[in-house]
């Protein structure tokens, strides 16, 4: 039977895509629910129709999954920051790890038996240090409203608190909503500085304390395992990786095009009299080249920390070239990262030893993973 908008059918949902939304299907035709969990009988309303595969929003549920919770968020299902709320946080971590096997199996042809189960988060609430709102008018209302963007990606959810930020920034949303923007279009960064490392207003930090050491203790173990004495450690922003492995390795060397963290980075390790190492503010792939030369590839490891949309092909085909002895790649988003270790490990010349995930973003869809290279001889 052909589907048409609109249409109220009955699903079972047989997996989770990555992005949260459930996977059912009606015939031949894949269909995409949010807000629903693997096993669950639901009924759902057509509201895209494509080729091959449909959307539908959530109607009822009609046989309910033993993992499903209340959402501890009142904005849930319409803001558009949390997708997990209503699963339990240890069928979280459980979707989360198929979700990155399955990633890594098709899009970088990598054995789903290299990725390791899920490292929890201590604090699955409260945890995120830094959140960015959005004022947008509402101009029927005559209001304005301050929040985050809806799950439908057209407008602000209008929100006076937030369940996965730290109480600090939710102090700082009651501010933020006492002395509004002037106007709608206006993004508002509120942020806890971590204590003891100096970030500049706009320079990266990790978004979780909580599981910080977990983060820090899986880099240091895995450069401890690859016996570097060299470390190149790129996009480092204000010197976290650097400055925390500093004592496993003789020297290091960290890149950054961000001036301000590369000075911010040089008063943290100053502030910690870590000297086995200098930082370059200067374009990546710009000095690569030369580091590698610098240092022998033999005793040297690099880590990889790049923004969400992974590394430039040219970068990674000079790391292919000079065959550093480890290369460690840390990403919160494991569609790029999977397309760049299949470069990376293709004709053999790094092998993938451990991909670690961590969940940095509990409630979300998102998650960081560490992953382990080693160079083939």
């Known amino acids: 039977m052909s589907l048409k908008l609109g249409d109220k059918i009955s699903l079972t949902i047989i997996d989770t895509a990555f992005g949260g939304e459930g996977v059912g299907r009606h015939g031949e035709l894949v269909v995409f629910v949010p807000f629903v969990i693997t096993d669950e009988i639901v009924e759902v309303e057509i509201t895209e129709l494509k080729k091959n595969f449909a959307r539908a929003r959530l109607l009822r549920i009609l046989t309910s999954s033993p993992e499903r919770v209340e959402p501890q968020c009142r904005y849930f299902g319409t803001c558009g920051g949390c997708q997990y709320q209503h699963l339990a946080y240890a069928g979280q971590l459980r979707v989360k790890q198929k979700q990155i096997a399955d990633l890594f199996e098709r899009i970088g042809k990598i054995s789903r038996t290299v990725v390791a189960p899920v490292i929890p988060c201590p604090s699955p609430y409260g945890y995120r240090n830094r959140i960015m709102i959005r004022s947008q008018w509402n101009g029927p209302a005559k209001k304005l409203e301050i929040g985050f963007i809806r799950t439908d990606n057209k407008f602000v959810e209008d929100i006076d608190e937030c369940k996965i930020a730290e109480p600090a920034l939710n102090r700082q949303i009651t501010e933020v909503r006492a002395h509004p923007p002037h106007k709608g279009g206006i993004k508002v960064v509120l942020r806890v500085q971590p204590e003891n490392w100096e970030v500049p207003k706009d320079s990266f930090f990790q978004n979780n304390f909580f599981l910080l050491p977990q983060l820090v203790e899986t880099v240091r173990k895995f450069l401890q395992a690859g ?118 490990c293709a004709d053999d010349v790094f092998k993938l030893s451990q991909v670690q995930p961590l969940d940095m973003f509990p409630q979300t869809q998102h998650v960081e993973c560490v992953a382990d290279l080693r160079r083939l001889n």
């Open 227 to 344: 016996e570097a004495r060299h470390l190149i450690d790129l996009y480092c922003g204000v010197g976290f990786f650097s400055i925390e492995t500093a004592g496993v390795v003789k020297s290091f060397v960290g890149v950054e095009y961000d001036q301000l963290a590369i000075a911010a980075a040089r008063r943290n390790a100053t502030t910690r009299n870590i000297v086995n190492g200098d930082f370059l503010a200067a374009k990546v792939e710009e000095v690569l080249p030369g580091l590698l030369q610098k240092f022998s590839a033999e005793p040297t490891s690099v880590i990889l920390d790049p923004p969400r949309k992974g590394c430039q092909p040219e970068m990674l085909e000079l790391l292919r070239r000079a065959r550093p002895a480890q290369v460690i790649y840390v990403s919160c988003h494991p569609a790029t990262m999977a397309r760049d270790l299949n470069i990376l």
